[in-house]
């Protein structure tokens, strides 16, 4: 959907702890820079996104995009009655 492609790590289940505990670290100046989950991380499968289903995301993320919009005001009446 973002035109990017995606790694995974070996490790999933601690991938979002170690993610936290480094964006932690580099915010109060424990570690210099995100570059350390390079040594860290083992990556053992890599997504390429596919050009033409990337172009068909880049057409209807307009429409998306107005159809929140759109439905916003029913969002809030929905949430307005499920908190009587």
Request: avoid cysteine; charge should be negative.
């Amino acid at each position: 959907m973002f035109g990017r492609p995606t790694l995974r790590p070996r490790l999933l289940e601690e991938a979002t702890s170690l993610g936290a505990a480094i964006a932690g670290g580099v915010g109060v100046g424990l570690i210099n820079d995100f570059s350390i989950v390079h040594q860290g991380v083992e990556i053992v499968d890599r997504h390429i996104p596919n050009p033409q289903a990337q172009a068909v995301y880049d057409r209807l993320y307009p429409i998306f995009l107005e159809t929140y919009t759109a439905l916003v005001p029913i969002f809030d009446q929905l949430h307005e009655a499920n908190s009587l």
